[in-house]
């Protein structure tokens, strides 16, 4: 019984490391706060002064022709592509789940405590997710939309932003 454990103690220092190591931010170039409410998200740009709003779903009678229902926003995320973002993640009232698929993002926001992850988008485009907990009858009605655009056009976005 003392060699399987010793071989299993070989295999678990590696992948433990290793763990460690995906789960460290290394220099972030932009952190993004989230705050899930009952049923809408709030964001805030932390590294910038007075960037933060709420994002609600696009009611369907709302809707242009080239929206989502059920999935499209008033207010989209905006982000740099080819760039490290940090995002953390709480709550106002109850679990939330911040979830975008095609990044491979999923983290929960649970009042009074702040999860943290990282994410790299190397394309520009649109990335869609929901809330995918469930916190409450509108849950589903919580979606997330990130626009990934090039770091020139996301510096005029913020010049722009703190202009208006």
């Known amino acids: 019984t003392i060699l399987p454990a010793i071989i299993l103690l070989f295999i678990a220092f590696p992948s433990l490391r290793l763990l460690y190591l995906l789960d460290e931010i290394n220099q972030p170039l932009i952190t993004l706060k989230t705050i899930g409410h009952q049923w809408y998200w709030s964001y805030e740009y932390s590294d910038f002064m007075n960037i933060e709003f709420d994002a609600y779903m696009i009611p369907t009678n709302e809707l242009n022709m080239n929206n989502f229902r059920l999935l499209d926003v008033d207010n989209r995320v905006i982000l740099p592509m080819n760039s ?71 510096i005029k976005w913020i010049m722009n932003f703190n202009n208006s």
């Open 84 to 154: 490290q973002i940090r995002i953390l993640v709480t709550a106002a009232d109850v679990i939330h789940s911040w979830t975008i698929p095609a990044l491979g993002v999923k983290v929960d926001g649970t009042p009074g405590r702040l999860n943290q992850t990282n994410f790299f988008m190397n394309r520009p485009g649109l990335f869609y997710g929901q809330c995918s907990e469930i916190c409450g009858a509108n849950h589903s009605f919580m979606p997330i939309v990130i626009e990934s655009i090039p770091t020139n056009i996301f």
